[in-house]
């Protein structure tokens, strides 16, 4: 067990709907990042967030967005869904403690979404 | 950021074979990971080696680090067939902010 929580684990719905992905992160943790995990594009980095503000954008749509609220857990909204999103969407805490310091991602077990 | 890329895709063996898989990345980085994935299951580190390292042992992992060839391997011992999953490494470039970019990946299966 990571520490890293994900809700929900599955998800599916139709095309044009909108979904909200939620993720708490290791207790202290205060990065979180975001990504997505399809067949054939790998695991892909869209948004990293550090305390409650956006630190770093990667390859995420416009109709995607995120934010971290005060308490660190963060939240991947996903609108006008399209069948090409049907991907695992992880995301993962940095960690600020234990053997590897600061230099480690734990990742939560992900939410499967499938739009149909 | 950058992206490592692992070779082979895929590997399969048999139990108490080694596996080797390795990485390579574009430009300098401050460290490189080694994750593990089971089949729809989240990444879990295995082993976390620094590029001013050469080579990092935890259990039967094995992992080397050649800066000059830009390039890492992961060496599991007397494989098993719970060893089977997916291995992917993770480059954190030299200088820029912490986000870590992930290869798609080696599929190793390990048959019993």
């Known amino acids: 067990d990571s520490g890293v929580t994900q809700t929900p684990k599955h998800l599916i719905t139709a095309t044009g709907q909108r979904v909200t992905l939620r993720c708490s992160p290791r207790?202290?943790?205060?990065?979180v990042y975001w990504y997505q995990q399809s067949l054939d594009q790998g695991l892909q980095f869209l948004i990293q967030?550090?305390?409650?503000?956006?630190?770093a954008k990667g390859n995420i749509l416009e109709r995607f967005s995120a934010q971290q609220f005060p308490d660190l857990h963060s939240e991947l909204n996903l609108s006008s869904l399209e069948l090409g999103d049907s991907a695992l969407y992880f995301c993962?805490?940095?960690?600020?403690?234990?053997?590897?310091?600061?230099?480690?991602?734990?990742f939560g077990p992900g939410t499967r979404l499938t739009v149909l | 950021s950058q992206q490592g890329e692992e070779d082979p895709q895929a590997l399969s063996i048999q139990e108490g074979e080694n596996a080797t898989m390795n990485c390579s990345y574009k430009?300098?980085?401050?460290?490189l990971q080694w994750y593990r994935q089971n089949s729809g299951r989240g990444l879990v580190h295995l082993i976390l080696?620094?590029?001013?390292?050469r080579e990092k042992h935890s259990g039967r992992l094995r992992v080397t680090l050649d800066t000059s060839k830009k390039s890492s391997s992961l060496l599991i011992t007397a494989s098993r067939a719970a060893d089977t999953a997916s291995y992917f490494c993770?480059?954190?470039?030299?200088?820029?902010?912490?986000?870590?970019?992930f290869g798609r990946g080696t599929s190793l299966i390990v048959h019993p």
């Open positions: 993962a805490s940095r960690g600020t403690s234990g053997v590897h310091g600061t230099d480690t991602q734990y």
């Open positions: 993770a480059t954190d470039a030299a200088g820029g902010s912490y986000i870590p970019t």
């Open positions: 207790s202290g943790d205060l990065s």
């Open positions: 080696i620094r590029s001013n390292e």
């Open positions: 430009t300098s980085i401050n460290n």
């Open positions: 967030y550090y305390n409650g503000e956006e630190r």
